[in-house]
């Protein structure tokens, strides 16, 4: 949840956006799906940059589609070893509107 970060009665007042995100587990691939409650305030940023760390259980190509576009390559993270950790992440903007993110 991202609140006006001035305001003490941001939840009284609804002057937060809550992001939603729900992720779909398949054999091969993920599926997420990502909302927002809609809400306007004064000082929401137009976009948000969203980094998303992931950990998975199966061998994939790692290729991301974004609202069935094929988009950014999902990345490994490094791990303080200068190894590979198991985990991925991608970064995407978020305006808000819904998106549908699938990797394979």
Excluded: C, W
Excluded at 67 to 96: E, Q
Aim: no cysteine.
């Amino acid at each position: 949840m991202y609140d006006d970060g001035n305001n003490k009665q941001f939840i009284p007042l609804k002057l937060f956006e809550l992001i939603n995100f729900k992720a779909i587990p398949f054999v091969h691939k993920l599926s997420f799906n990502i909302s927002s409650n809609g809400a306007t305030f004064k000082g929401k940023p137009s976009k948000r940059n969203i980094k998303m760390i992931i950990n998975v259980a199966f061998d994939f190509t790692k290729s991301l589609y974004m609202n069935g576009k094929r988009s950014t390559k999902v990345l490994p993270v490094i791990g303080a070893d200068g190894k590979a950790s198991g985990s991925y992440y991608f970064t995407f903007n978020f305006s808000g509107k819904p998106v549908n993110i699938e990797i394979k």
